[in-house]
C-alpha cells in the first residue's frame, strides 16, 4: 500500500470514527444532550456532518501523490484528538430521583431553560438563593433532589447550565443569574468538584456586592484553586465523602489552608464523589459503605442548616 492510500483509508477511518462517537454520545447521553446547554448538541451535529462528507469526498476522489501528505497527517492527527474530546465531553445523565424532582408540584415551581435550572418555592420566599455550579461533564439536573428540599424550605436556587458542561465555562452563569432575580438580598454560591471551585472563584468576586453579597460559599466534594484564607468573607461550608476517590480526604484536608479559618468540614462517612448527584457511578471514584439515598439525605439536611443560618 502507498503512502498516499494509506492516508486515504486513514481519513476514511478517522471519518468512521467520528460517525460511530457521535452515535455513541447520542445513544448514551441523549436526555443530558437534549436538557444542557445547548452547545455540545451542535457540535456532535456538525462533526457527524463534517465526517460523513469529508469521508465520501475522500472515497469518490483520486489518489495525488501531489498533495502534501505531511499537512494532511497533520490534519488527521487533530481530527482524532477533535474526536476524542467529543466523546470525553458525552456528560453524565442524570438518574431517578432527580428527575422526578424536576416536576413542579404545590410547594415549588420548577423552571428550566437553556442556561439554568430554577426552583422557586410558591410560598413564603426567603431572602437568601442558592445558585449552584454542577461537577464537570454531570447533567445539571442531578442536582435536583438534593437541592429542591431547599427550595420547599422557601429558599430559591439556581443550578447552571454548563457549556459543554464545563464549569469554567460558565463562570458569567452566576452573574446572568443575579440580573435576572434582581429582588435576591443575599446569595449562598456553590458546586459540586469543578464547579465549587469556580463558585469558589464567583464567591470571592461578589461577596463584596453592597446590593446581593454573596454570604456562603458551598462546597460539595471540592476545594478552591488558589488561597481564599484572608480574602474570602463569605462563610464557608465544605461537605465532603469519606470514600470519594476523586476529591480524596488527604485532598480536603490540604485545601483547609487555602480557606478562612472559621470554615466547617463535615464528613459524610462512607459517602463517594457521585454521591452528591444522581448521575450513575463515576470513573476513579471510590467505594461506598453508605446507601445513595442516607448520603443525599445528609447532604441535603447540612445543606439547608448552612442556607438558614445565613
Not at 420548577?110 to 439554568?116: A, H, L, Y
Not at 438534593?146 to 447552571?160: C, D, F, K, N
Not at 471514584?285 to 446507601?291: F, Y
Request: with cysteine.
Amino acid at each position: 500500500m502507498t503512502s498516499v492510500q494509506w492516508l486515504t483509508w486513514a481519513v476514511c477511518g478517522v471519518a468512521a470514527a467520528a460517525v460511530l462517537v457521535v452515535a455513541w454520545a447520542l445513544l448514551t447521553g441523549w436526555s443530558a444532550i437534549v436538557h444542557g446547554y445547548p452547545l455540545y448538541g451542535p457540535l456532535l451535529l456538525i462533526t457527524a456532518l463534517v465526517a460523513i462528507f469529508v469521508g465520501a469526498r475522500t472515497l469518490r476522489s483520486r489518489p495525488a501523490g501531489r498533495r502534501r501528505p505531511a499537512l494532511r497527517v497533520i490534519l488527521i492527527l487533530l481530527a482524532l484528538v477533535w474526536v476524542g474530546v467529543m466523546g470525553w465531553l458525552r456528560p453524565f445523565t442524570a438518574t431517578e430521583p432527580a428527575l422526578s424532582a424536576m416536576d413542579s408540584d404545590a410547594a415549588v415551581r420548577v423552571r428550566e431553560s437553556p442556561t439554568r435550572i430554577e426552583f422557586i418555592p410558591t410560598t413564603a420566599r426567603k431572602h437568601t438563593s442558592v445558585f449552584f455550579q454542577p461537577g464537570a461533564k454531570v447533567d445539571a439536573r442531578a442536582y435536583a433532589a438534593t437541592l429542591r428540599p431547599l427550595a420547599e424550605a422557601g429558599y430559591p436556587v439556581i443550578i447552571a447550565k454548563q457549556p459543554l458542561n464545563i464549569a469554567f465555562l460558565a463562570l458569567p452563569a452566576f452573574d446572568a443569574a443575579k440580573s435576572a432575580h434582581p429582588d435576591v438580598g443575599r446569595w449562598v454560591v456553590g458546586g459540586h468538584s469543578l464547579g465549587g471551585t469556580v463558585a469558589a472563584i464567583q464567591a470571592a468576586a461578589g461577596d463584596t456586592d453592597p446590593q446581593a453579597p454573596v454570604v456562603g460559599l458551598l462546597f460539595y466534594a471540592s476545594y478552591p484553586a488558589n488561597d481564599l484564607s484572608t480574602a474570602l468573607r463569605a462563610e464557608v461550608l465544605s461537605l465532603s465523602g469519606s470514600a470519594d476517590g476523586l476529591a480524596t480526604v488527604a485532598k480536603i484536608n490540604a485545601s483547609k489552608a487555602d480557606l478562612p479559618g472559621d470554615t466547617t468540614f463535615t464528613v459524610i462517612d462512607g459517602a463517594v464523589h457521585a454521591f452528591f448527584g444522581d448521575y450513575g457511578p463515576q470513573p476513579g471514584d471510590g467505594t461506598p459503605t453508605i446507601s445513595h439515598d442516607r448520603a443525599r439525605t445528609e447532604i441535603t439536611e447540612a445543606s439547608l442548616r448552612f442556607v438558614a443560618a445565613r
